[in-house]
């Protein structure tokens, strides 16, 4: 991956609508070399796909929490099934494997805290072998972007 590809990807981070024509005049290519680039990073699977933002307050999911999630064990079946399980809840939006103190960071979104005690009594306290979760709730958002820095 060169600048150009770098340029391409950060411009589509930006906009994700531009037509090619667009694109190519933002990162200083001709068309036809530009949808090449951009068919070659789909392909490679660096860009793996299109999506809309949406705006999870208007969207009436306004609560984010985060969760740090512990295991009993660690075994390979433990740490399958768990994995499993939060791959099929909605409401996880990431979940991170972690070093230190915990072993899960899951963002979840919900639409009140009675949905949240449910999300918890519902969904998490049936997966076996968590042996503790512990939750914060964030009351604001200092920073959130899809878009890289074009430095790296």
């Given at each position: 991956?060169?600048?150009?590809?770098?340029?391409?990807?950060?411009e589509l981070?930006?906009?994700?609508?531009?037509?090619?024509?667009?694109?190519?005049?933002?990162?200083s290519l001709s068309p036809s070399p530009c949808l090449r680039r951009l068919r070659n990073l789909e392909k490679s699977g660096t860009i793996q796909g299109y999506t809309a933002l949406v705006d999870q307050k208007a969207y009436g999911l306004p609560i984010t929490v985060f969760i740090r999630i512990r295991l009993e064990t660690h075994?390979?079946?433990?740490?399958?099934?768990?994995e499993q399980h939060i791959n099929?809840?909605?409401e996880i939006l990431d979940c991170y494997l972690m070093?230190?103190?915990?072993?899960?960071?899951?963002?979840?979104?919900?639409?009140?805290?009675?949905?949240?005690?449910?999300f918890i009594r519902e969904k998490i306290h049936c997966i076996p072998a968590v042996a503790s979760i512990d939750t914060s709730?964030?009351?604001?958002?200092?920073?959130?972007?899809r878009?890289?820095?074009?430095?790296f």
């Open positions: 991956m060169d600048e150009k590809d770098r340029r391409i990807i950060r981070q930006l906009d994700g609508r531009l037509t090619n024509h667009e694109l190519a005049e933002r990162v075994s390979q079946d433990s740490v399958q099934t768990f099929q809840i909605d070093t230190g103190g915990i072993d899960y960071l899951l963002r979840v979104i919900v639409k009140s805290l009675e949905a949240y005690e449910d709730f964030a009351y604001g958002v200092v920073k959130h972007t878009v890289f820095a074009s430095n």
